[in-house]
Nanobody
Framework: QVQLVESGGGLVQPGGSLRLSCAGS????????MGWYRQAPGKQRELVAT???????NYADSVKGRFTISRDNAKNTVYLQMKSLKPEDTAVYYC?????????????WGQGTQVTVSS
C-alpha cells in the first residue's frame, strides 16, 4: 500500500514558478514509477510528467522546457518544478504511483493540489 500526499499548490501570476511535492508512505517507494497528472475544469485528466524507478523521464509536449520532475527515494518524495507558468497550466495536479509492466499491480493517487495561474 502506498499513500501519496501532494503539497505546494497555490495562486501564482503568469510567468511565475511553483514547486509541487508528493510525499509517499509505505514500503518500497523506489520501485514505483512516479508521475504528475493534472485535470482542468471540464477536461480529462492528462499526463504532465513521469519518472521511472530507474530515472527515465517523460514530459507532455505542453510542459517541456518549463517543468522538471525529480525524485528523492531517500525521502520518498517526487517533485515537480514548474516555471514560466501560463494560465492554461491551471488545474488540480495529482501525484501517481504505478508499476508499468505489472498490469495487475495497483495504482495509487494522491488527493490533488490546486494550481491557479492568474493575474
Amino acid at each position: 500500500q502506498v499513500q501519496l500526499v501532494e503539497s505546494g499548490g497555490g495562486l501564482v501570476q503568469p510567468g511565475g514558478s511553483l514547486r509541487l511535492s508528493c510525499a509517499g508512505s509505505g514500503a518500497m517507494f523506489s520501485i514505483y514509477a512516479m508521475g504528475w497528472y493534472r485535470q482542468a475544469p471540464g477536461k480529462q485528466r492528462e499526463l504532465v510528467a513521469t519518472v521511472t524507478s530507474v530515472g527515465s523521464i517523460n514530459y507532455a509536449d505542453s510542459v517541456k522546457g518549463r517543468f522538471t520532475i525529480s525524485r528523492d527515494n531517500a525521502k520518498n518524495t517526487v517533485y515537480l518544478q514548474m516555471k514560466s507558468l501560463k494560465p492554461e497550466d491551471t488545474a488540480v495536479y495529482y501525484c501517481n504511483a504505478d508499476r508499468p509492466g505489472y498490469p495487475d499491480a495497483p495504482k495509487y493517487w494522491g488527493q490533488g493540489t490546486q494550481v491557479t495561474v492568474s493575474s
